[in-house]
């Protein structure tokens, strides 16, 4: 076997892992917001059932992150509640202050990783949405991947997603 060929393959292998280990970051950023907005729908919506919130909480996240959800039930509630997708979204800077930066930087590495990965290319669209929002806080730089996860690290501590790892004692 050629040794070019299989650096290059592990290479490869690497690089996908380093994506998914990316992505999974952009999750718990994403399942924070997703747990957030559900609690602050059901504050806002006492007239509407928990299952109201958390279909509206994932209508709301999936638009953020440009993302569609095929089922039926799901693709039709997001059609029929656009307008209440719309402004809960308009007001995450004003309601969700806080997770701004998160938000920011998890909608940036969403990008880089679909573009890694050859995906195509909306997620430019998802970003200038996101930046009309007043979600996306143009003049924070992009954070590089270990920034990224640290901040993921901290963030997911902070709301019990993230459990911190002790060191294993060797015998």
Same mark, same amino acid.
């Given at each position: ?5 299989? !650096? ?5 292998? +690497?690089?996908?892992? $380093?994506? #998914? ?9 994403? +399942? ?7 609690? !602050? ?28 959800? =095929?089922?039926?039930? $799901?693709?039709? $509630? ?7 997708? #719309? ?5 995450? =800077?004003? @309601?969700?202050?806080?997770? &701004?930066? =998160? ?5 940036? +590495? !969403?990008?880089?990783? @679909? !573009? %890694? ?9 998802? &970003?200038?949405?996101?930046?009309? %929002?007043?979600?996306? &806080? ?6 590089? =991947?270990?920034? $990224? +996860?640290?901040?993921? %690290?901290?963030?997911?501590?902070? %709301?019990?997603?993230?459990?911190? #790892? ?6």
């Amino acid at each position: 076997m050629n040794s070019d060929f299989s !650096h290059e393959a592990g290479s490869q292998k +690497m690089d996908r892992k $380093f994506v #998914q280990a990316l992505r999974e970051g952009v999750d718990v950023v994403r +399942m924070i917001f997703f747990v957030r907005m559900r609690d !602050h729908l059901l504050a806002s919506y006492p007239e509407k059932d928990r299952k109201f919130s958390q279909m509206l909480a994932g209508a709301i996240l999936n638009e953020l992150f440009g993302t569609k959800n =095929p089922e039926k039930i $799901f693709s039709a $509630f997001a059609e029929n509640n656009a307008g209440l997708i #719309q402004r809960e979204l308009k007001a995450v =800077p004003e @309601n969700f202050e806080d997770l &701004l930066i =998160p938000l920011t930087d998890a909608l940036r +590495m !969403h990008f880089l990783c @679909n !573009h %890694y990965e050859g995906l195509p290319d909306y997620s430019l669209g998802v &970003l200038a949405r996101a930046r009309d %929002y007043g979600i996306l &806080l143009e003049d924070r730089s992009v954070p590089l =991947p270990k920034g $990224f +996860m640290e901040l993921v %690290y901290r963030v997911g501590k902070a %709301y019990g997603l993230v459990v911190p #790892q002790t060191a294993s004692k060797t015998t």
